[in-house]
Nanobody
Framework: QVQLVESGGGLVQPGGSLRLSCAAS????????MGWYRQAPGKQRELVAR???????NYADSVKGRFTISRDNDKNTVSLQMNSLKPEDTAHYYC?????????????WGQGTQVTVSS
């Protein structure tokens, strides 16, 4: 079992910045990848950023150049630095931890944190 607890969401004006953090606990030694997903009202959950094997990152096109994901293995955290925020970044953001299992992957999810970008 893995527990994921997010923090750092809130209300910010367009052009502002926020930093999301996710603390992982439990059976974390075999986590393959961690990432951030978001879901806006009426939309499907989508990948925002992901880091695998500690170094390989990928980002949604809509956030490239504005968001940066990082992982601290010593502290068992993954963070998402979000700059130049836009109203369309408004969503509930979820932390994800992914394990490799026979035949595929297994995902754990946090409860999420709300990010609202509005003037």
């Amino acid at each position: 079992q893995v527990q994921l607890v997010e923090s750092g969401g809130g209300l910010v004006q367009p052009g502002g910045s926020l930093r999301l953090s996710c603390a992982a606990s439990g059976s974390i030694s075999r986590i393959y990848a961690m990432g951030w997903y978001r879901q806006a009202p009426g939309k499907q959950r989508e990948l925002v950023a992901r880091i695998a094997s500690g170094i390989n990152t990928n980002y949604a096109d809509s956030v490239k150049g504005r968001f940066t994901i990082s992982r601290d293995n010593d502290k068992n955290t993954v963070s998402l630095q979000m700059n130049s925020l836009k109203p369309e970044d408004t969503a509930h953001y979820y932390c994800n931890a992914q394990f490799l299992v026979v035949g595929g992957t297994y995902d754990y999810w946090g409860q999420g944190t709300q990010v609202t970008v509005s003037s």
